[in-house]
């Protein structure tokens, strides 16, 4: 008798198995789904914002945020034809590159990097143009050993190199740049700029403030450290802001995200990750 009650038992628990998987292969579902909001562009903003998504989806476990890289670029883009309900751009917005909304989410500061033993500390915006154009080529034209200067840049389109540009290679009043010279070492990633410099005492990159550790040295521009205060005093020369692009019927969820950024909680987030808050 007692064994026919186990044998009926175990029969029900595996009708409920099979029921259930019926029901999520049909569609079906044994809970609420979570909204989802696909953000891409900027990989010098995906860091910071990966830390706030982790954050929200714990606050507000019905939502599903997908962060992806790519570049400013093609995070305006993604973000115009609709594959990506927000994106990331690390620059300001050209006229007629975007027609929706943008907000400003945050400053950051542009670091120029060398290695930690590398000797040179300090440059002037003219030697790093300079060096980014190749007329400078060794250390020993900057104050250091005689050694070629190895130059890491980022790819066309990245909105951390539009800055650099707009901000470094700038040369007169009528907006010229200098462009940074083809042979240069390009790479598609802060991330990956970093990894150079931290593998060759003679190289020279630019990333993201907020990404800078032990493992690289900032070097002052015209004496000025490129540190959180110099940025938000704006004494350190060299920074951008951070911005999210939606369309102007962007949805609920979208919008529900962009509020928590900017909400004291998301902007104190930003600021530990020593970005300079906004709101």
Same mark, same amino acid.
């Given at each position: 008798?007692?064994?026919?009650?186990?044998?009926?038992?175990?029969?029900?628990?595996?009708?409920?198995?099979?029921?259930?998987?019926?029901?999520?292969?049909?569609?079906?579902?044994?809970?609420?789904?979570?909204?989802?909001?696909?953000?891409?562009?900027?990989?010098?903003?995906?860091?910071?914002?990966?830390?706030?998504?982790?954050?929200?989806?714990?606050?507000?476990?019905?939502?599903? &945020?997908?962060?992806?890289?790519? $570049?400013?670029?093609?995070? =305006?883009?993604?973000? @115009?034809? +609709?594959?990506? *309900?927000?994106?990331?751009?690390?620059?300001?917005?050209?006229?007629?590159?975007?027609?929706?909304?943008?907000?400003?989410?945050?400053?950051?500061?542009?670091?120029?990097?060398?290695?930690?033993?590398?000797?040179?500390?300090?440059?002037?915006?003219?030697?790093?143009?300079?060096?980014?154009?190749?007329?400078?080529?060794?250390?020993?034209?900057?104050?250091?050993?005689?050694?070629?200067?190895?130059?890491?840049?980022?790819?066309?389109?990245?909105?951390?190199?539009?800055?650099?540009?707009?901000?470094?290679?700038?040369?007169?009043?009528?907006?010229?740049?200098?462009?940074?010279?083809?042979?240069?070492?390009?790479?598609?990633?802060?991330?990956? &700029?970093?990894?150079?410099?931290? $593998?060759?005492?003679?190289? =020279?990159?630019?990333? @993201?403030? +907020?990404?800078? *550790?032990?493992?690289?040295?900032?070097?002052?521009?015209?004496?000025?450290?490129?540190?959180?205060?110099?940025?938000?005093?704006?004494?350190?020369?060299?920074?951008?802001?951070?911005?999210?692009?939606?369309?102007?019927?962007?949805?609920?969820?979208?919008?529900?995200?962009?509020?928590?950024?900017?909400?004291?909680?998301?902007?104190?987030?930003?600021?530990?990750?020593?970005?300079?808050?906004?709101?």
């Amino acid at each position: 008798m007692k064994s026919t009650k186990i044998t009926k038992r175990i029969a029900v628990i595996a009708l409920s198995v099979v029921m259930l998987a019926t029901a999520t292969a049909c569609g079906g579902s044994s809970g609420n789904s979570a909204s989802r909001i696909v953000i891409a562009g900027s990989t010098s903003v995906q860091p910071f914002m990966e830390n706030l998504v982790e954050v929200y989806e714990d606050m507000y476990p019905d939502y599903e &945020v997908d962060v992806q890289g790519g $570049g400013t670029s093609a995070g =305006i883009t993604a973000a @115009s034809s +609709g594959t990506a *309900d927000i994106g990331m751009a690390s620059r300001d917005i050209k006229d007629g590159e975007f027609d929706g909304k943008s907000v400003v989410i945050a400053l950051d500061g542009l670091a120029v990097i060398v290695h930690p033993d590398n000797p040179v500390h300090d440059l002037t915006k003219e030697q790093i143009r300079d060096i980014y154009s190749h007329d400078i080529t060794n250390w020993s034209e900057v104050g250091g050993p005689d050694q070629t200067i190895n130059v890491v840049t980022r790819e066309d389109g990245s909105g951390t190199r539009g800055a650099f540009e707009d901000l470094v290679m700038v040369w007169d009043n009528e907006g010229d740049k200098k462009p940074i010279n083809p042979a240069s070492n390009t790479q598609n990633s802060n991330g990956t &700029v970093k990894s150079c410099i931290v $593998g060759d005492v003679n190289a =020279i990159g630019y990333i @993201s403030l +907020g990404l800078v *550790d032990e493992t690289v040295q900032a070097v002052k521009l015209n004496g000025i450290e490129a540190n959180d205060e110099n940025v938000t005093n704006k004494t350190y020369a060299l920074f951008r802001p951070f911005i999210l692009v939606m369309k102007n019927d962007a949805s609920e969820e979208s919008q529900h995200f962009v509020d928590f950024v900017l909400s004291r909680e998301g902007q104190d987030l930003l600021k530990k990750e020593h970005l300079i808050p906004v709101a």
